[in-house]
């Protein structure tokens, strides 16, 4: 006889090194939280043990620094694209369904934006201002929102230096 756990089990934070697709996907989808939301603690990944009466592998979910997470568990990633898809995927579902907010956000429209696709990578996009001359647009790369969030002032540099022309 199997014995009962009245106790749920408990989940523990999952050490880097034990999923690397994982690892280097979660830390790219952190540089868009950074870029995004600077007050937040990067997200990590979190592991439930399987039912004790069903034959699985735990299950890993995208949690805020403090445990929470929200939406399903990630699936097993055979490529580092699809890694980066389904971490930011259950990224977007842990920052809405915990923090109560829509993530990531384009800021030219204000409007929360979903993943999508281009040339084989992860991206950003936005449905856009839905009228003529103002289309669904690819954003960033998932992992570039800070390219758009904080562009380049490349004349900054030069001035402090005093070697600008
Ligand atoms: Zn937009």
């Not at 299950?59 to 929200?70: C, F, K």
């Not at 929102?145 to 001035?159: E, I």
Request: aromatic fraction near 6%; proline fraction near 10%.
């Amino acid at each position: 006889m199997r014995p009962s756990f009245p106790r749920p089990p408990e989940p523990r934070f999952v050490p880097a090194g034990e999923h690397p697709l994982w690892d280097e996907a979660l830390a790219t989808v952190n540089r868009d939280l950074a870029a995004t939301l600077p007050g937040q603690h990067p997200l990590c990944l979190i592991a439930y043990p399987a039912d004790a009466d069903e034959d699985e592998d735990e299950r890993v979910y995208v949690a805020l620094a403090d445990g929470n997470a929200h939406g399903n568990a990630l699936q097993p990633a055979g490529s580092a694209d699809w890694a980066l898809w389904g971490i930011a995927d259950a990224a977007q579902d842990t920052i809405t369904g915990c923090l109560w907010q829509v993530w990531p956000v384009c800021t030219l429209h204000g409007l929360g934006m979903h993943l999508a696709k281009q040339s084989g990578r992860p991206v950003w996009s936005c449905a856009g201002g839905g009228r003529p001359g103002d289309p669904a647009h690819v954003r960033a790369a998932v992992g570039e929102l800070d390219t758009v969030h904080r562009p380049h002032r490349p004349n900054r540099k030069r001035r402090k230096d005093g070697k600008g022309r």
